[in-house]
């Protein structure tokens, strides 16, 4: 038995016991990872898992259930329970399958998300243990919280009992390292990462290693600023985080509950005039590209924000039906959870400004490089975060601060957003520097 003929089967078992409609996805994932600390390996990991859900509508009662056992007898038992489930739980008036999914059989052709190159265990030892030498190299570091790396696949099938069936894999490949320099209470602790779904795009060791340590020095003796109002410079290791609180507020579950600052934010002036917000899921060799939905529907690029005016958003069809509009492509699921509205490679556009001009102008501020806890309150856009980071004195970069607290409203953080021109895709949510004006911090 293939593995897209497992889920062909268990839709089949589902019709056998009554279902109207039913979707089934199944996700195997393979994964090897090696964590070295002090050149010697501290943890190795090999891993293999695949887990096949089945969701059944009857009428308008939907009941989902999960196995990790890949036998046609179980598959039977699986869609009895399901079914059985479907006849008890409450009526939902917006369930069903997505009315303008795909019919027909689709793959990622075009997508470049397989890679064939992958390494074994001793290369990934091999990678760690050099990404951590780099780092240990360097005058001022003290000591290691250890180097990782790791390779993986997943493989995805989605089928429906509409008549559509996809199949897809992606592979990952990562490094990290974490270091720490100074001593006793002063001592610092700062980490490079990255990965990519091919080999030939991923930093390599020296270049984890160097970032790290660079990091970390930088950092030593950080002092805290004043309380009062400044402005703001989110690096691109952090700015990606405002982009995540504006996906949040426009996720169309959210909004049809009404808990979403955002709420009402359709067709009006979210940005500043001239920002763009993008998601593609067709970006070749993208961390979170799909040739479909978690639906099976159509899963095209999509300006969420042109010229700061919010265009749609994000909808998966149960969302869609609640605020009666058509989804948009947007669902995401796990075996064991249904569809919720999602983003895939999503992006701010970059701004004209290099960096060192966005603060030239700037006398007294402060770049953010690291965010720590949270307390941004979804409904009202309320926003206070820990960060650390550096003054910024003159347009120029100064000496480290930490233990400050950075508070606003995402509304107007949004809006006086002030994006610089250098954007990198590195990561699934991208940014580029974003300055902001009068934010308020509490230091000393």
């Known amino acids: 038995m293939t593995i897209t003929t497992h889920v062909e089967a268990l839709l089949a078992a589902a019709r056998r016991h009554g279902a109207d409609q039913a979707d089934?996805?199944?996700?195997?994932?393979?994964?090897?990872?090696?964590?070295?600390?002090?050149?010697?390996?501290?943890?190795?990991?090999?891993?293999?898992?695949?887990?096949?859900?089945?969701?059944?509508?009857?009428?308008?009662?939907?009941?989902?259930?999960?196995?990790?056992?890949?036998?046609?007898?179980?598959?039977?038992?699986?869609?009895?329970?399901?079914?059985?489930?479907?006849?008890?739980?409450?009526?939902d008036r917006f369930a069903g399958l997505a009315p303008n999914a795909l019919t027909g059989h689709f793959d990622a052709t075009g997508l470049d998300l397989d890679d064939p190159a992958q390494l074994d265990m001793d290369a990934l030892l091999a990678h760690a243990r050099l990404a951590e030498e780099v780092a240990l190299s360097?005058?001022?570091?003290?000591?290691?919280n250890g180097a990782s790396a790791s390779r993986g696949r997943a493989t995805v099938v989605l089928g429906t009992s509409a008549g559509f069936m996809g199949c897809y894999s992606r592979t990952s490949h990562s490094i990290s390292a974490s270091v720490l320099a100074g001593e006793g209470p002063s001592m610092q602790r700062d980490y490079a990462y990255h990965s990519a779904v091919h080999l030939s795009d991923l930093d390599a060791p020296e270049v984890i290693g160097q970032e790290a340590a660079e990091r970390v020095l930088a950092r030593l003796s950080p002092g805290r600023p004043k309380t009062g109002t400044y402005s703001v410079i989110y690096d691109p290791r952090v700015s990606s985080t405002l982009l995540g609180h504006l996906v949040a507020g426009i996720n169309g579950a959210a909004v049809a509950r009404g808990t979403s600052f955002l709420k009402d934010a359709m067709k009006t002036r979210v940005l500043g005039a001239g920002l763009r917000v993008h998601d593609d899921p067709r970006r070749p060799r993208g961390p979170a590209s799909r040739p479909f939905d978690g639906e099976g529907c159509f899963a095209g690029p999509l300006d969420l924000v042109e010229d700061g005016i919010l265009q749609t958003l994000l909808l998966d069809s149960r969302s869609g039906r609640q605020l009666d509009l058509p989804s948009n492509g947007r669902a995401s699921r796990g075996v064991t959870s249904p569809?919720?509205?999602?983003?895939?490679?999503?992006?701010?556009?970059?701004?004209?400004?290099?960096?060192?001009?966005?603060?030239?102008?700037?006398?007294?501020?402060?770049?953010?490089?690291?965010?720590?806890?949270?307390?941004?309150?979804?409904?009202?856009?309320?926003?206070?975060?820990?960060?650390?980071?550096?003054?910024?004195?003159?347009?120029?970069?100064?000496?480290?601060?930490?233990?400050?607290?950075?508070?606003?409203?995402?509304?107007?953080?949004?809006?006086?957003?002030?994006?610089?021109?250098?954007?990198?895709?590195?990561?699934?949510?991208?940014?580029?520097?974003?300055?902001?004006?009068?934010?308020?911090?509490?230091?000393?």
């Open 339 to 444: 569809p919720s509205p999602s983003v895939t490679n999503l992006h701010l556009a970059a701004g004209t400004l290099s960096p060192e001009a966005l603060r030239s102008d700037i006398r007294e501020g402060i770049l953010v490089t690291e965010l720590m806890g949270s307390s941004v309150n979804m409904l009202t856009g309320d926003y206070s975060r820990g960060a650390s980071g550096f003054m910024i004195r003159n347009g120029e970069i100064a000496e480290p601060v930490a233990e400050l607290t950075i508070a606003g409203n995402l509304r107007d953080m949004l809006a006086r957003m002030v994006p610089a021109s250098d954007l990198t895709f590195r990561r699934s949510v991208n940014a580029p520097s974003l300055r902001i004006d009068g934010m308020n911090i509490a230091g000393l």
């Open 24 to 91: 089934a996805i199944l996700i195997r994932n393979e994964a090897e990872a090696a964590l070295v600390r002090k050149g010697v390996p501290e943890d190795i990991e090999r891993s293999e898992d695949v887990t096949l859900g089945l969701r059944v509508f009857r009428g308008k009662r939907a009941a989902a259930v999960s196995t990790s056992v890949l036998d046609e007898r179980e598959f039977d038992r699986l869609a009895e329970q399901a079914c059985a489930m479907a006849l008890v739980v409450p009526e």
């Open 138 to 144: 360097h005058t001022g570091i003290t000591n290691t």
